[in-house]
């Protein structure tokens, strides 16, 4: 079992940049894929970005590439994502997951999940 818990979530005005944070616990974070997904109100959860168990691979959804990078560190049991440049529609709850299985950015791939952290950007 892994228990994912994020934090750095909070309000930034548009153009403003936050770092999200995940804590794992449980498991061989090493041997897992990590991903964040988001949801918006009215709106099914979506990939943002993931990485692979090493970290030498990673992937971005289109609605972030260039502005937001995803990292982890194994040995502290972290991923982080960090958000630049944000936007109104970047405004969701963030949630960290893993993978023991597969790289995928299909959410249903992702074993465990965060209990989300709220993003909110200001026009």
């Known amino acids: 079992q892994v228990q994912l818990v994020e934090s750095g979530g909070g309000l930034v005005q548009a153009g403003g940049s936050l770092r999200l944070s995940c804590a794992a616990s449980?498991?061989?974070?090493?041997?897992?894929?990590m991903g964040w997904f988001r949801q918006a109100p009215g709106k099914e959860r979506e990939f943002v970005a993931i990485?692979?168990?090493?970290?030498?691979?990673?992937t971005y959804a289109d609605s972030v590439k260039g502005r937001f990078t995803i990292s982890r560190e194994n040995a502290r049991k972290t991923v982080s994502l960090q958000m630049n440049s944000l936007r109104p529609e970047d405004t969701a709850v963030y949630y960290c997951?893993?993978?023991?299985?597969?790289?995928?950015?299909?959410?249903?791939?992702?074993?465990?999940w965060g209990q989300g952290t709220q993003v909110t950007v200001s026009s």
């Open positions: 997951a893993a993978a023991n299985r597969r790289y995928s950015i299909v959410a249903n791939d992702y074993n465990y």
């Open positions: 449980g498991g061989t974070f090493s041997g897992y894929v």
């Open positions: 990485i692979s168990s090493s970290g030498s691979s990673t």
